[in-house]
Nanobody, 116 residues
Framework: QVQVVESGGGLVQPGGSLRLSCAAS????????MGWYRQTPGKQRELVATIITAGGKTNYADSVKGRFTISSDNAKNTVYLQMNNLKPEDTAVYYC?????????WGQGTQVTVSS
């Protein structure tokens, strides 16, 4: 059974840091990419950062470049998102997505709130 489980969200003050984790399990086919997306009420889900597991090529939304870092531990099928210098506009539900050549699977999301 495929599982995608995020953790690490919470409440943080502006300028603070959080680290999100996403663990994937039960996949029949090899994972070739993992990524983080976020969504706020009334808006479409948007890309935050992605990583290609073979080679480690990364891609970031312009709004998070220089502040967020995505990384992966392929042996553990886990992806991380280090978020520094957080801003109130980063407040959202953050979702992990796991891509194989057969499907895309999403986690349930984790809330990140940036507020003083």
């Amino acid at each position: 059974q495929v599982q995608v489980v995020e953790s690490g969200g919470g409440l943080v003050q502006p300028g603070g840091s959080l680290r999100l984790s996403c663990a994937a399990s039960g996949f029949r086919y090899s994972i070739y990419a993992m990524g983080w997306y976020r969504q706020t009420p009334g808006k479409q889900r948007e890309l935050v950062a992605t990583i290609i597991t073979a080679g480690g090529k990364t891609n970031y939304a312009d709004s998070v470049k220089g502040r967020f870092t995505i990384s992966s531990d392929n042996a553990k099928n886990t992806v991380y998102l280090q978020m520094n210098n957080l801003k109130p506009e980063d407040t959202a539900v953050y979702y992990c997505r796991v891509d194989t050549f057969q499907a895309r699977d999403w986690g349930q999301g984790t809330q990140v709130t940036v507020s003083s």
